[in-house]
């Protein structure tokens, strides 16, 4: 198998499920349209990253066939690259990419640095305080600002925190609890 089909197929392992679930959760239209939104999104995230890890190590081999060594410097500037190429175009698939990225990085940032001393070792966990940040902030933005989060967040918080201040019958939670229309009613 080539490397940029394997890399094909695990994009569409890791997207065909989530669009999946956020498609029938989330998006109206028909069936087919449904699918077709689907196929779209799961070809776009295979596709992307199947062309970034060729840029990338692409760029790595010419680097060190360059310098005649690898330097840390190389991945950096590889990656630097390749994420402006594929990933630099602001829409749905690239920006959940980005987001999920950023939220590791943010963790291995903070782990990197207790690891080479820039700050101390917490002496509790600091994961209690981390969870109460986060939910904080999201629910005030979303309250007040909803327009600056990701229109998918946004959907999922409608659903969650709005929507489900209206129930009609059991339907509404086993299957969809979605506002009735004024014309249904």
């Not at 070809?43 to 760029?59: D, E, I, M, P, Q």
Request: net charge positive; hydrophobic share 40%; charged share 15%.
């Amino acid at each position: 198998m080539e490397p940029c089909e394997l890399m094909q197929r695990y994009g569409a392992k890791i997207r065909a499920p989530h669009a999946l679930v956020m498609t029938f959760l989330f998006r109206s239209g028909s069936l087919r349209d449904k699918l077709r939104a689907i196929g779209q999104a799961t070809y776009t995230h295979s596709r992307n990253l199947a062309y970034f890890v060729f840029t990338y190590k692409g760029l790595q081999a010419l680097q060190h066939k360059l310098q005649g060594k690898s330097l840390q410097s190389h991945s950096f500037l590889a990656a630097c690259l390749g994420g402006w190429l594929v990933f630099g175009d602001n829409n749905n698939i690239n920006s959940q990419i980005n987001m999920y990225l950023l939220s590791r990085i943010l963790f291995a940032l903070s782990r990197l640095a207790v690891e080479k001393g820039y700050i101390p070792q917490p002496k509790r966990d600091p994961f209690p305080l981390f969870a109460t940040l986060v939910w904080g902030i999201v629910l005030w933005l979303f309250e007040f600002y909803p327009h600056t989060l990701q229109p998918s967040l946004q959907s999922s918080m409608t659903y969650l925190y709005h929507d489900s201040n209206v129930w009609h019958d059991i339907s509404d939670f086993l299957i969809y609890n979605k506002p009735k229309s004024a014309a249904a009613k």
